[in-house]
């Protein structure tokens, strides 16, 4: 499955919501993730989430402001990111694995987007 993500530029405290695009392959057998890497660190996980969507997982420092979720239908992830902080600016990574159980590891991956700059300005 190719995978393809949308960032963009969003002032400290506002809204954004990242999209990743799914095809070559039936996206519903995925579950997918979201991680970013920002610069001098290592990628972390940020969000997860299950085939159809009834099971999610997210990291500390995000619970509370981000929302993850998919719509099959149109083979695409979103990632509704709010109360955004400095701190949240990093690459954007989606990423699908071949299980129906969300996943919060970078290992457990098998095929990951191009990433996506995100940028949060004061």
């Known amino acids: 499955v190719q995978l393809q993500a949308w960032g963009g530029l969003v002032q400290a405290g506002g809204s954004l919501r990242l999209s990743c695009a799914a095809s070559?392959?039936?996206?519903?057998?995925?579950?997918m993730g979201w991680f970013r890497q920002a610069p001098g660190k290592a990628r972390e996980f940020v969000a997860t989430?299950?085939?159809?969507?009834?099971?999610?997982d997210y990291a500390d420092s995000v619970k509370g402001r981000f929302i993850i979720s998919r719509d099959n239908a149109k083979s695409t992830l979103y990632l509704q990111m709010n109360s955004l902080k400095l701190e949240d600016t990093a690459v954007y990574y989606c990423?699908?694995?071949?299980?129906?159980?969300?996943?919060?590891?970078?290992?457990?991956?098998?095929?990951w987007g191009q990433g996506t700059q995100v940028t949060v300005s004061s």
């Open positions: 070559g392959d039936t996206f519903s057998t995925y579950s």
């Open positions: 990423a699908a694995r071949r299980s129906p159980i969300a996943h919060s590891t970078p290992a457990g991956y098998d095929y």
């Open positions: 989430i299950s085939r159809i969507g009834g099971g999610f």
